[in-house]
């Protein structure tokens, strides 16, 4: 027979009737709602606070020419060359341990320049730009077990400017 048991981290992620007590626009409020919560001894270990209606933001942080992408390729060339001429400097003649260190640097600093430039020819223009990306919610909507929904709707209450949403 097939063993039915949740995993440990998917049992801390839920509840076992969980009901909608309020629903916010920003995850600040809905955490204020819970510290309110917690600060009148309600038993907060039965909530969840749960992002929903989802999207993906990109965020456009400069453009990209060949200069600027063999640049970059050469900083993290240079740091990767040298960790690895660090690594080696343990296991090496002490003696030149600086020229090591300066070789596995201008080393790590061609290889990094070559290769970001190898890969940013081979999108010939279609990306020219660098961005950073996140999914984030637009509503976060805090839930509580069943049994006790009437008590934290009652506490959550005299929480001024943190009335929950009645159409949860």
Not at 79 to 99: K, Q, R, T, Y
Request: aromatic share 10%.
């Amino acid at each position: 027979m097939a063993n039915l048991q949740q995993p440990r981290s998917q049992k801390l992620l839920s509840l076992e009737f969980p009901q909608s007590l309020a629903v916010y626009d920003d995850y600040a409020a809905a955490q204020k709602s819970v510290d309110f919560l917690s600060d009148n001894q309600f038993p907060v270990q039965n909530c969840m606070i749960v992002g929903t209606d989802l999207k993906q933001i990109e965020r456009i942080t400069g453009r990209l020419t060949n200069g600027r992408v063999a640049g970059l390729g050469a900083m993290s060339g240079l740091w990767l060359g040298l960790f690895v001429g660090l690594i080696l400097s343990f296991f090496g003649d002490n003696d030149n341990v600086f020229a090591m260190l300066a070789s596995t640097a201008l080393m790590g600093a061609a290889f990094g320049t070559i290769w970001s430039l190898l890969g940013y020819l081979a999108t010939r223009g279609q990306r020219d730009f660098s961005s950073v990306t996140a999914v984030v919610a637009t509503r976060y909507e805090v839930l509580v077990e069943h049994k006790l929904l009437g008590q934290a709707q009652e506490l959550l209450a005299k929480l001024p400017g943190a009335t929950p949403n009645p159409f949860a």
